[in-house]
Structures are given as C-alpha cells and as structure tokens.
C-alpha cells in the first residue's frame, strides 16, 4: 500500500513541472515585457523593475530564468502582488480556509443526496420519479451555475429575505462560540445549494446508470433469492459496488468543481479564493492569477492521488494491475 | 427485460443474418420525446440568434431605447436595462455570439480531437503513449483555471476565447476517437481493404473514419453546450469580449443591477438554459440514432 502511495505520488510530479512550465511560457508569450507580467502592474519605480528583472535573471538565457524560476517556485515563493501589496502565497492562504469550507460542505451534501437518489432511481427505471428526476437532473447540468446563483439570490435572499444576500459572516453577529457558527452557516445556505446542483446531478447522473448495471448482475439476484432484506440488497449489496466508480469520477472532476466553486463565491461575494481571481482578473494581477493557477492545479493533482489511493484501499485489486 | 438479457438477444441478432428492418433516422430520433423536444427549442432559437438584427424590434446597443430600468412591459417584453436599452434585442444580439463561440470552440475542438486521437488510435506504439500522456496531462490540470490565464494572458477578444474553450475541451474527443480508432483498425473490412492495396490515406479517411463519426457528431453536439457554458463562466468573471456582448456578458452586467431589476438577468440566463438543455437533449437523441448499441438500453 505505502509503495502504490509512493508510485502514485512519483506520477504527480511530472505534472507540477508542466504547471510551472505553463506558467513559464504564459509569462513570455505574452504580449509586452515579461518584466511586468511579473509585475502585475505598470506604475512602479524603475528601480523596482530593474530589481525585479534582476531578481528573476531576465537579462539570463532563457533556461536560467527557467531554472530560476522553478527555485523560486519550489521553495514557495509565488511573487508579491503590488495591488495588494502583499506576497502572493499568503494571499491565496488567507482565503483558502473559506473556500475549502464552502466546497467541502457542498461537495459532501451533493455527493451523499446524489448518490442516494441515484439508488432510488435505479430501483425502478423508466417510472415516472426516474424520467422527473433525470430531467432535474439534466437542468441541473445545463445552466450556468452563477445565473442560478443570482437567481437564488433575488428569490430567497431578496424578495423573500430568508437568508443573507452576501458574504460570510454578519458584523452584529456573535463573533464566537455558537453564535458565529449559526451565522456562517445562514451565509452559506444559498452558496451550498447553488453549487450543489450541477455537482449533485451529474453524480446522480452516473451512480443511476451504474446501480442499474450492478442490479442485474447475478450476484444481486443470489442476494435476493436466499432472502436478503430489498433495502439491504440496494444499499448494501449493490450501492457498494455501484458507487466505486462514481468516487472516481467525482475525483477527476474536482478541477471543474473548483471553477464551480469560484463562480459561485463570486456571486455571493464569498471571501474565499474565487473572490480573490475575481478581483486579481479584473486588476489584470498576473502574479496572483499566476499563482491561484499553481495552487489550484496543486489541489487538483492531490485530489487526484488522494481518489487514487481511496480507490485501492476499498478495491485493492488496482494495486496489483 | 434486463440489460444481460438486451446484449444477448443483441448478439444472437448480430450473429443471424438478416436485413434488419429499415428504420428512417428521424424515427428513431422522434421516438425519443424529449429530443424532439430539444430540436424544436433549437428550430425556433436558431433563426432567432441569425436573424436577430432583422427580428429585434431595437438596436441591441441603442441607449434609451425606452424608460431605464423598466420591467417587462410591451413594446420591451424583457424590459430595459440601466441604460434604457432593450433587453430583448440584447437577447437575440447575446445568443448569437454565445452560439458562434459554442459552434467555434466545438468545431476547433473537435478537429483537434479527432486529428490527436486519430493518429494516436491509428499509428499506436510510442506514438499512441506520448499523445496520450499529453492528454492525461490536460485532463488533469484545472482546464478551467487554464482558460482564464489564456485569455487574461493574452486578451479577451472573441477568437481567443473560441481558442482557450476548445484548447480546454478537446482532450475527451481524442479519447474517443482513440478508442474507436483502435478497435476499427483491427476490423476485417479495413484488413480486406488493406489486402486491396489501400493507401494509408485511404485506409483513414474513407474506410475508418466515417465510421467514427457516429460518437465524434454526438461528444461535439454536448460540446456545444459545454463551450456556451464556459463562455458564460469566462465572461462572468469579467474576460468577455467588450466588443461582442454575449449572453455570458449580458450576465456579468446585470451583477451590479439586478437586485433591483430581476428581469436583466433571468431572461440572458434562461436563454444559455434552454439553448444549452436542448443542445444536450438533442445530443442524447442523436446518440440513439448514430450508435444503435446505446439504444437498447
């Protein structure tokens, strides 16, 4: 198992070094001095752009500046961004702890209703609940994820006032104890759901279409003939080999799921790391998109090993392949 | 009757041989309600976005076409925006754009797809390993993320957003058409017509790759849909092309205005909904016309 870890980990490497890589390139193929893609900004003292050409080796042949670049990179240093006057890194830190809360709490309730509706559905396909959910369920996927989050705001935030319209937390709230907690999760009622449709159906999506397969296979059928209660054969027998895949795909998919995310803190003003892109694209802050790339390609790639490695511990024939 | 019933019953007809019955493919398209559905939506929205400038009632761009920020009412039926421009118009002048980029980045896309997987399913060997590594590659980076540092990178103008779309969406066509590659290529009819003396280039493009097409139309219908989705998502975030204004822009506008005007957003967004909803209605039917295996599911 530590082995099958360590191998998974050697494959990921690869793949940071083309992320670097492609940052690398975006900073050259850019129209303009790379100086001041570096920069992020145009109105600064000569002084401080030759420091900084001097700093990265730009005055270098180009596989210098790439081997420094890459130092730079590996041992953390992502730029300082001159718009927030800050380093890059300790922007993006401070507002991951927000968007890690956001997501993970969507992405648990739309894995656990989707995967439970999937089941259900699987149960009697082509009844009338199976054709309404997949229709939902298709809806789901077919909108742009901030229009229905804008939606949901002039409905239940607006008109009907039920929750807060932005943001994470109220000022006259309780700054502590359980107070706070109830009123961050009143901010995040309506960022959770939004997010949660489009994940929530294509996981419905897949796990329908994979307990379907695994209901006809024969050793349902033994389940069932030697008297094995139906809701134990479904969520038990079945369910737990059904959802393997769908694990997988949920996985592959985090990198669409953290664009789903960005989008949706954007909408209800969000202080996580959506809000940050936001602002840094409409500031044209190269350094912080630069580095949001690189820590969300991060996140993306242990994601990834992380699904890998949860895979092989339920299935541990994947080892052995 | 189960799906292991379905694939024998499937196999012992492949197996027998006889003409299967004639079935027209708008039969099989129609069958499937809510494709006809989806293609209906599509007739109607089509023209809608082509002869949009001859169908508004205003100049999409006109400023004080009617009263600032009124809501629905005749002659505005989407109402206005803040500027007093006529929502509708924008309407028809947004889908337009947004359905070029979709068609754009779906056709770039799919043509890049198909040229990778093609010689990556046809060749095979070392070849097939690199081109597939560097899929691998794309499939694992946040594409999306990638997307918004090309445009931001290099300018947010309509051909580089059709270019990081279909950069961002080509590697599961290559998939595909890899796949389909592979297993036509070791097809008796394409070993008769190697036998025959058939050119390499004949080999490929009239013996296996019409008979590939059949996944690469519907994957490239849905890719449509998906390209509208992340033009809206590029624009949302503020990389549309100011020049073009898509449904997607029209929507990241309404941000600051539509607490008090509702209508500037619902009626952009409703219409990337029913466009994007029917493109992948229209897919699914498509799939049961083009790849008979699927349909007896």
Redesign the interface.
């Given at each position: 198992m530590l082995f099958y870890v360590a191998r998974r980990l050697a494959q990921a490497v690869?793949?940071v070094f083309?992320?670097i890589l492609?940052n690398f390139f975006?900073i050259h193929?850019?129209?303009g001095d790379p100086v001041f893609?570096l920069l992020g900004s145009m109105d600064t003292t000569p002084e401080f752009v030759e420091r900084v050409r001097r700093e990265f080796g730009l005055d270098q042949p180009l596989w210098v500046q790439f081997a420094t670049y890459l130092g730079k990179i590996l041992s953390l240093d992502l730029g300082y961004s001159l718009r927030f006057q800050e380093p890059v890194l300790g922007l993006i830190l401070d507002r991951l702890p927000a968007t890690l809360l956001l997501m993970g709490t969507a992405l648990t309730v739309s894995s656990v209703v989707g995967i439970l509706l999937g089941a259900i559905a699987a149960r009697r396909p082509y009844s009338v609940t199976d054709h309404a959910s997949t229709?939902v369920a298709?809806?789901g996927?077919?909108?742009?994820?901030?229009?229905l989050g804008?939606?949901m705001?002039?409905v239940f935030a607006?008109h009907l006032a039920w929750f807060p319209?932005q943001g994470m937390y109220s000022l006259r709230a309780p700054s502590e104890g359980w107070g706070r907690v109830m009123d961050i999760a009143r901010h995040m009622v309506l960022p959770v759901i939004t997010y949660s449709v489009y994940h929530l159906a294509l996981v419905y999506r897949l796990t329908r279409v994979k307990m379907?397969?695994t209901l006809?296979?024969d050793f349902i059928t033994t389940a069932r003939a030697k008297g094995v209660p139906e809701g134990r054969v479904v969520f038990v027998h079945a369910l737990r080999n059904a959802v393997l895949p769908v694990v997988t795909v949920i996985g592959?998919n985090f990198?669409?799921m953290?664009?789903g995310s960005?989008?949706t803190e954007?909408?209800f003003a969000w202080p996580g790391m959506g809000r940050l892109?936001?602002d840094a694209?409409?500031a044209?802050d190269?350094p912080v998109?630069?580095g949001?790339?690189t820590v969300?390609?991060l996140m993306?790639?242990i994601a990834?090993v992380i699904t890998d490695v949860i895979y092989a511990m339920v299935d541990p024939r994947v080892i052995y392949r | 009757m189960?799906?292991?019933g379905a694939m024998q019953a499937a196999e012992a007809t492949a197996q027998m041989p006889v003409i299967a019955p004639h079935v027209p493919a708008w039969r099989i398209f129609a069958r499937n309600g809510?494709a006809a559905f989806g293609a209906i939506v599509l007739a109607v929205l089509i023209p809608l976005a082509v002869l949009g400038p001859f169908l508004a009632p205003f100049d999409p761009s006109r400023v004080n076409a009617g009263p600032p920020m009124a809501g629905p009412h005749w002659p505005h039926v989407f109402g206005t925006d803040d500027l007093g421009r006529d929502v509708f118009s924008r309407v028809a002048d947004g889908l337009r754009v947004s359905l070029l980029v979709g068609f754009g980045a779906a056709s770039f896309s799919t043509g890049l797809g198909v040229v990778v997987g093609g010689v990556a399913g046809f060749f095979g060997r070392f070849i097939d390993d690199l081109l597939m590594r560097i899929t691998e590659?794309f499939?694992?980076?946040?594409?999306?993320?990638?997307g918004?540092?090309?445009v931001?990178?290099?300018?947010a103008s309509i051909f580089n957003i059709i270019f990081a779309i279909a950069i961002l969406s080509w590697p599961e066509v290559a998939r595909v058409v890899r796949s389909e590659f592979l297993s036509l290529r070791a097809r008796q009819f394409v070993d008769a017509a190697r036998v025959a003396g058939a050119s390499r280039r004949t080999l490929i493009f009239s013996e296996i790759l019409p008979n590939a097409m059949g996944p690469v139309v519907v994957n490239g219908t849905l890719l449509v849909?998906q390209a509208m989705?992340l033009e809206?998502?590029l624009s949302?975030?503020?990389?549309g092309d100011p020049s073009l204004v898509s449904l997607?822009v029209m929507?990241q506008e309404?941000?600051q205005i539509?607490?008090t005007a509702?209508w500037t957003?619902?009626f952009p967004?409703l219409m990337?909904?029913l466009a994007?909803?029917s493109l992948?209605?229209v897919g699914d039917g498509l799939n049961d016309v083009l790849n008979p295996r699927s349909r007896e599911r």
């Open positions: 690869p793949l083309v992320i492609i975006l193929a850019a129209p893609v229709i298709l809806a996927y077919s909108m742009p994820v901030f229009w804008q939606i705001l002039i607006l319209t379907q397969e006809a296979l592959l990198g669409f953290l664009a960005v989008l954007t909408v892109l936001f694209i409409g044209r190269y998109l630069m949001l790339f969300l390609s993306v790639i990834n | 189960s799906t292991a809510t590659i499939q694992v980076i946040p594409r999306f993320f990638l918004v540092l090309l931001a990178f290099f300018g849909g989705l809206a998502g949302y975030l503020g990389l997607g929507l309404a941000q539509m607490r509702w957003t619902a967004g990337i909904f994007v909803l992948n209605l």
